[in-house]
């Protein structure tokens, strides 16, 4: 059975928080994975890595990382310094997530989190910079035992992987048995024309799925067909973690960032906020069931 997980900042509204609280309260509600920003690794001391792995064991939570690249490090820039500057600091993060015997950092890690800030007729230059920049990358994510997840995201938050196809396509010319592809369905909903062939296009390559719906609230909420989701997971055979990221809540650095700015459920208390991670797992268990994953 695929292991089911929860982002952590569908109940915070900024980056960092009390990691070792999201652990503990996706165990009790009944997760596999929880999930969350890796940039405040760089900032905890190895006592502080080693503890929470030590929690997460303990409680049965795998953790896993995603990461919205500052452009300050990003890898893609024309800016030499710049790219340079962004290859030291991602091999810094996937080295703390080997320090935690981590096994996956995902999200936009392969150019800063947008989209540039000017008029773009080709972009393949800044795929050369990326793709340069990943090779150097991805020795150390070999070195650690991480797998480096580029995921395809949505037009308004990348320009380099929109699609599954570009996905595949840069994972190959990475050419590493330590790169992956993820999907999410919120950012497919924008950019494919077929959920469920965007799904069966990647097979055995997808390494991690993220779910939410088509405004990013929890799955089953929204127009999003997930029968056609979970019959094309199930087509593809796939074993691999699903993962919820839900954001739901106006301000702080989430809101800003994801751009949220209206509150997408009523009342958005932690207790709220409970219920419907409780919601989100017993949904995707039963579409589990229903297409025999």
């Not at 699903?242 to 702080?252: A, D, L, S, T, Y």
């Amino acid at each position: 059975m695929n292991k089911l997980g929860i982002f952590m900042n569908f109940w915070e509204k900024d980056w960092d928080a009390d990691h070792a609280k999201y652990i503990k309260k996706a165990a009790d509600i009944g997760y596999d994975v929880l999930e969350f920003q890796a940039q405040p690794l760089l900032e905890m001391s190895d006592e502080k890595l080693k503890s929470l792995k030590a929690l997460a064991d303990e409680v049965g939570i795998e953790l896993t990382y995603s990461l919205g690249l500052d452009p300050a490090y990003d890898v893609s820039s024309p800016d030499e310094n710049v790219r340079l500057g962004g290859v030291d600091y991602l091999k810094r993060i996937v080295t703390q997530i080997g320090k935690m015997d981590g096994k996956l950092l995902s999200g936009v890690s392969y150019a800063g989190w947008g989209t540039p800030p000017y008029i773009l007729n080709d972009k393949r230059p800044l795929l050369e910079n990326s793709l340069k920049s990943m090779r150097s990358i991805i020795k150390t994510a070999e070195d650690c035992g991480v797998t480096y997840c580029v995921e395809a995201v949505n037009r308004f938050e990348g320009c380099l992987i929109n699609t599954a196809q570009e996905a595949l396509d840069y994972a190959a010319e990475v050419d590493s048995k330590n790169i992956g592809v993820l999907l999410d369905t919120y950012h497919m909903n924008i950019e494919e024309n077929s959920i469920g062939d965007a799904i069966r296009l990647v097979g055995d390559k997808l390494t991690s799925f993220h779910t939410g719906e088509n405004n990013r609230t929890a799955p089953g909420k929204g127009h999003l067909d997930w029968d056609e989701i979970f019959k094309a997971l199930s087509e593809i055979s796939y074993k691999n973690r699903i993962v919820c990221e839900p954001f739901v809540m106006m301000g702080g650095e989430v809101g800003r960032d994801i751009h949220v700015f209206r509150d997408l459920i009523d009342n958005p208390s932690e207790e709220r906020i409970d219920e419907e991670a409780k919601y989100i797992l017993e949904f995707e268990k039963s579409m589990m069931k229903k297409w025999n994953m």
